[in-house]
Structure formats: C-alpha cells, structure tokens
C-alpha cells in the first residue's frame, strides 16, 4: 500500500468512525418560519448530528431543503417516515396541535425527541408526551433555544454571580407588526392551535423568566384578539408572581405599529441589566443583543458579546440553533437527560393556561394549576367581545 493509499484508508476509516458518533435526525416539518429559517443554515455545521431525513405533507417544502442544503431521504407521510427512514432521533418542527400526536408516535417508535416550543396547548397533553417518552425510555427535549442565546446566558451568569445583586423584577417586551394575511389564513391564527402570540412568542420568555428567577406561583394577566382574521390572542400582558418575590411582567404582541423588537430588563438591587434587539427577526438573526449594565442610575458599562468576524466561526461555536441540536444529540450519545426536558416545557404550558385562565376570570391564578380549562370557549368569548 502507497503512502497515499494508506492515508486515504484512514481518512474513511476516521469519517465512518465519526458518522457512527453522530446521531441520526430526521425533522419533521420544513416549514418556512421553522426548519427553513431557524435550522437549514446550521445543519453543515453539527458535529453531535446528522440529518438524513426529512418530512412534510407539502413537496415545495421538501423540494426547498433539497435543492438549498443537501440530499435528504424524503417523505410526505409522518408513519412512512418514522418507519422507514433511516434515524435515531426526531426534530418535531411541525405545529403546535400536531406535537402531542407526533411525540407520541415517535416514543412509540423507540425515537428521541427534540420538541420545538411551545410543547403543546394543554398541560394535559404535555403530560401524556412526558408519560410516552418515559415508558418507552427514550429522551425529550424541548427547544428553548434562547437559553442556549450568547446574550441571554450571560444575564443568567450574572445574576447567580449576584452582580446585581438581589434580583427583584424582570420586564420582557416582544412586539411584532406581524401581518400574515399575504400567506392566506394561517394556523397561527387559528383556534386550532388553542394559543396566539402568547402562546407561541412568550412561551420562550416564561422559560427564561424561570431560568433567571426561578419557580412561578401565581399568574395574572390579561389577553385580547385585537384583529377580525384572528381566532386566537394577538395582544397579551402577564404578570408573574415569583416563589422568591420577584415579578416578571410581560408584554408580547403582534399588533405593533413600531418595528420588531424584542427587550429584557433585569432589576437588581445593586444594578440593572438591559438587552434589546431589533429592529429585526432575533429567531432568523445571527447578531447578539445589545446589553448594558446600570447602576447608581447614570454609570452605564457595555457588555454586548460582539459576533467572531467570521459567520461560520460564529455559528459553529455560538450559534444558539447549532448548540442546541448538538446538546440533544450529546445527551443521547452520554445516555443522560437533557438540559431542558418535558417538564421544563410543561411548566411553561402552564403559566401561558393560566393567563388565558387568568384573562377569563379577572383573577389571579395560582400555581399548580390543575387543569387547562376550557380553551376553546375562552377564545370563542374573547373573539365575541374584542373581535373586530
């Protein structure tokens, strides 16, 4: 054997080695505002996984992913694909009213799960993805990517390090002027979904507001269907009521007559800590936040974590999507739970219950909540007395 050969021998040997070390993913939806926006431009970059597989019940989704990032075995059924193709591990990126179905399925199947947020619209259902995954021993994760964000790990860091010293309120702010009618009539903004823009956009800043501060004990807030095209809440604010004393108020909407921003402020005794983002997309967004310390009310220290001035640099070694998916695959390869399981997505399920609870009953929820309520009637109610 020439030197040559002897090294291109070893050069596949290493490369079959790796791919026996990577996890096989299939994704389940390749949707636009999901897998095509959020995840499609990491997967060349994942060093945990692999993606060999892909579904969607629509071809020019698959199509897409196809001819822009790489030859995928394809299927438009979600039974053909869980039996058939070649994977250790499920990315459900799909909609909201199809997560419990298709967890279900895939625990069934013997498949890991990596959840795109929100888990599903009820705690019922987010308990029965919790059972399946636990009795047929395979792993759930759920994809709060933002704890996995540069910016925001870094509020997490100072906060326990106590640099602002005893933490009292949060303030979040998501607004979008979000206009999905050239799309037509989008699940979205379907009853179907059992949940609008706090559901689906302040699901992610519940998880963080109990990863800064820890467990929620009572909710109230107030939400509100501020379009006639809309069947579920385009407008929401929350309070949240912090076992430790801390409040967490939110606001997200989706009716916003300003550009698309997305804000935190961290209260502390000592200084206070500011990030904010925009006016852009942060889901489609590589750029960090803007972060700045106060304190005494006038000194201000910038702390932005500026991006590497390469973008694949950037993206491979703090890219919130590309973490995360090697996190999921790592936890499989390691046979040791996820950093964020089921009951993290559960608790958020049921703070975002207990708003629309909390709106319906002009009241203040408290925590556990034993039931998801009638979601369907509240929504109906709402859309009679604000619908336009």
Not at 76 to 97: C, E
Not at 233 to 250: C, D
């Amino acid at each position: 054997m020439t030197r040559l050969e002897s090294h291109v021998s070893k050069g596949d040997e290493k490369r079959q080695l790796d791919m026996k070390d990577k996890i096989k993913l299939g994704i389940a939806g390749c949707g636009f505002a999901g897998t095509q926006t959020m995840y499609a431009p990491i997967l060349r970059l994942l060093e945990k996984g692999r993606v060999t597989a892909l579904m969607d019940p629509d071809p020019r989704a698959l199509d897409f992913m196809t001819r822009n990032y790489g030859d995928f075995d394809c299927y438009d059924d979600y039974g053909d694909f869980l039996a058939k193709a070649d994977i250790d591990a499920v990315l459900v990126a799909s909609p909201v009213f199809l997560h419990e179905e298709q967890v279900l399925q895939a625990a069934q199947a013997g498949k890991h799960i990596l959840c795109e947020k929100p888990m599903a619209p009820t705690i019922e259902a987010c308990d029965r993805m919790r059972q399946a995954a636990q009795a047929h021993d395979v792993k759930l994760m759920i994809g709060f990517v933002k704890r996995f964000d540069k910016s925001l790990q870094l509020a997490h860091d100072l906060v326990q390090a106590g640099r602002l010293g005893a933490l009292f309120h949060i303030r979040a702010e998501v607004s979008w002027c979000h206009d999905l009618s050239p799309l037509g009539f989008n699940w979205r903004q379907s009853l179907r979904a059992l949940g609008g823009v706090f559901q689906d956009n302040a699901s992610h800043i519940v998880d963080l507001c109990r990863w800064w501060a820890g467990e929620i004990q009572s909710v109230s807030g107030h939400a509100r269907i501020l379009r006639p095209d809309w069947e579920v809440e385009t407008q929401a604010h929350a309070a949240l009521r912090h076992e430790n004393g801390v409040v967490s108020t939110i606001h997200v909407s989706n009716v916003s007559q300003k550009p698309m921003t997305e804000y935190f402020l961290l209260e502390g005794t000592d200084a206070a800590l500011e990030l904010h983002f925009g006016p852009a997309m942060k889901y489609s967004s590589p750029e960090p936040f803007s972060v700045r310390l106060w304190e005494r009310g006038q000194k201000q220290t910038d702390l932005t974590l500026f991006n590497y001035g390469n973008l694949d640099q950037e993206l491979r070694e703090r890219g919130p999507y590309k973490r995360q998916i090697d996190h999921f695959c790592e936890s499989i390869l390691e046979n040791r739970a996820p950093w964020i399981d089921g009951l993290a997505g559960r608790k958020a399920i049921e703070v975002v219950n207990a708003v629309y609870l909390a709106s319906w009953q002009d009241t203040t929820i408290k925590l556990p909540l034993s039931a998801s309520g009638d979601l369907e009637r509240i929504f109906r109610e709402m859309r009679m007395q604000y619908g336009g």
